[in-house]
Nanobody, 118 residues
Framework: QVQRVESGGGMVQAGGSLRLSCTAS?????MGWFRQYPGKEREFVAF????????YYAASAQGRFTVARDNAKNMGYLQMNSLKPEDTAVYYC??????????????WGQGTQVTVSS
């Protein structure tokens, strides 16, 4: 079973930055990042292919967030800049087949809270 742990969440003021990290015991999966608002379904933020050669972003993340991975270290990252209060959510990393649908990911982390104050 693939194991993942996210870290790096916290509280930041609007306009600030946070970097989320995700450990993964296998590198032959695409890595996705999703977020979830209270009472809502998880929504796609970004994903990166297993090789790290391609990355895709939700419109809300494009230009502000950067997804990356280091397979040698079994680590994935989501760099979030210019954060807005509406980015406040629980963020999850996931491993799977890639794409924007959460159904395409088989293994999920426990989530980390990101709170952006105005």
């Amino acid at each position: 079973q693939v194991q993942r742990v996210e870290s790096g969440g916290g509280m930041v003021q609007a306009g600030g930055s946070l970097r989320l990290s995700c450990t993964a015991s296998f590198s032959t999966y695409a890595m996705g990042w999703f977020r979830q608002y209270p009472g809502k379904e998880r929504e796609f933020v970004a994903f990166i292919t297993w090789s790290g050669g391609d990355a895709y972003y939700a419109a809300s993340a494009q230009g502000r967030f950067t997804v990356a991975r280091d397979n040698a270290k079994n680590m994935g990252y989501l760099q979030m800049n210019s954060l807005k209060p509406e980015d406040t959510a629980v963020y999850y990393c996931a491993l799977g087949d890639g794409g924007t649908s959460s159904a395409r990911y088989q293994s999920w982390g426990q989530g980390t809270q990101v709170t952006v104050s105005s």
